[in-house]
């Protein structure tokens, strides 16, 4: 019976469809007459200025002369070059996600005593609500880990003694428990995952609380629970590189929006969860590894870089790929020369490759990011900045870490809750007012028109 109606309403949408769009449909030209700033883009493709942040910074141009000019990028938290944090902390030895995400709450850098009731707190945070998992996550498994993920972060309001208070205190609180039960909650989902789609045995490990959240979370998806310390290590590094990437990005302002609307906690959360899970923002590491895979499929051999510019030239002309015309993992809104995130995970997938025996696939991915600008000039005869974004290489780090490609994005997301939750308090903290933009409307006036009266229009 459901089957049936599903196939009833499926037909009805095909046909009304035409419909729908015609009266849909906005012309680019419409927008451009209006001076529409679509995506909140200026003509020149840089963000509209939405609000300000002391939380990050991204600097990928400078303008000079009134044009933009490239230079190599920077990410910034809280204005500490991520890449000096990183080095820093890498000559200590020490795994360093919940230092960046404390830094990203708090504004500034622990002290050694600061850090350590930190770490503890993230610790005790980490057990589940009592037969959360079981009755959250294994009563409704999910294939796809980011809806789940979604529905796991709103059902957690109704475990909350406090869910709707916004005072700071509340707030960091909630952040605190988030930042902590993610990579737990990801983990039992991917487990759930396996066991009812993948028709694999199902293994749910307990909390390892003396653990960081890098290793809890290596710990969580093997069923041995079993891991280096350089894989550790990896994992925690690209944990860091995804944390923050200032306001603008859409995931970020979809949290600030309905925080600016007073909701709770869960919600602002659980929609910048939904914005990650799109292809164009956080599932983009997955399009790359599609790609790549398509690639290597396609091409005998990988070293042949004529034969690899002639593939990439038949994406840009949508004869091989998604058909979308889009060759993942490069371009960026804002970076133009360099994106320093993708510098630093090429570097750590050098040593990583060579470890694992994938140096192939490395060069493969490296050639791909240097032909790929001159693709696109001889495909459109334009002139444009791409370089290599984060998503290029994150994907093949997790392929090399052994880690399944349908929790590459609910990684970005174990990462990135910790900026979201700094966006969150940085917006409810001076009680702003709720963003409301304007639209134009652009339908003609009408009048009603009696039932009897109307005609079918094709």
């Known amino acids: 019976m459901n089957k049936q ?3 009833l309403s499926s037909d009805y949408a095909a046909l009304q469809a035409p419909i729908c769009l015609r009266n849909n449909a906005i012309h680019a030209e419409e927008y451009q007459n209006i001076d529409v700033k679509r995506g909140l883009r200026n003509k020149d493709q840089t963000g509209v200025i939405a609000g300000l942040t002391r939380i990050s910074s991204v600097r990928g141009y400078v303008i000079a002369d009134g044009e933009k000019q490239p230079v190599p990028g920077q990410l910034l938290y809280r204005g500490i070059d991520v890449a000096d944090f990183i080095a820093g902390c890498n000559t ?12 990203l709450l708090f504004g500034e850098l622990p002290t050694t005593d600061q850090l350590g009731e930190f770490k503890s707190a993230i610790s005790e945070s980490m057990l589940l609500p009592e037969h959360f998992t079981e009755d959250i996550v294994l009563k409704a498994p999910c294939s796809d880990i980011m809806n789940k993920l979604t529905r796991c972060v709103l059902s957690l309001y109704s475990y909350d003694d406090n869910p709707d208070d916004t005072s700071l205190p509340n707030l960091l609180r909630q952040s605190i428990e988030l930042i902590a039960r993610f990579p737990i909650i990801v983990a039992h989902a991917h487990a759930a995952k396996r066991h009812y789609f993948n028709h694999e045995s ?11 959240i890098a290793e809890n979370f290596l710990y969580s998806i093997r069923p041995d629970s079993s891991f280096t310390a350089e894989e550790a290590r990896i994992l925690d590094l690209c944990l860091i590189l995804h944390a923050e990437h200032g306001g603008g990005n859409n995931s970020a302002f979809a949290c600030r929006v309905l925080t600016s609307s007073g909701t709770d906690t869960y919600a602002a959360i659980g929609a910048a969860i939904g914005s990650l899970k799109g292809p164009r923002h956080g599932g983009a590491n997955m399009k790359v590894m599609q790609m790549f895979r398509e690639i290597q499929k396609g091409l005998p051999d ?4 004529t034969a690899v510019f002639d593939y990439l030239c038949k994406i840009l002309r949508k004869e091989a790929g998604d058909g979308t015309g889009l060759i993942y993992g490069m371009g960026h809104a804002v970076y133009t020369e360099s994106d320093p995130r993708a510098v630093i995970l090429k570097n750590a997938a050098r040593t990583l490759a060579a470890e ?4 192939d696939e490395l060069h ?13 000039w001889e495909v459109t005869k334009r002139e444009k900045n791409l370089c290599a974004n984060v998503d290029m290489y994150s994907g093949l780090i997790y392929k090399m870490l052994d880690i399944p490609s349908a929790l590459y994005t609910p990684i970005f997301s174990i990462a ?27 339908v003609p006036r009408q009048t009603y028109a009696p039932l009897a009266d109307r005609t079918k229009r094709l």
């Open 5 to 7: 109606r599903a196939n």
């Open 92 to 103: 200590e030895g020490r795994l360093v996600y919940e230092e960046a995400a404390y830094l």
């Open 202 to 212: 199902l293994h749910i490990h307990r909390v390892q609380p003396q653990l960081s």
């Open 302 to 305: 990988w070293t042949d870089e």
């Open 356 to 359: 694992k025996g994938m140096a």
């Open 364 to 376: 493969l991915m490296e050639t791909i990011e240097k032909l790929t600008p001159s693709a696109f």
């Open 416 to 442: 990135r809750v910790a900026g979201w939750c700094a966006h969150r308090i940085e917006e409810a903290a001076p009680g702003g007012k709720i963003m409301r933009p304007a639209y134009k409307a652009t």
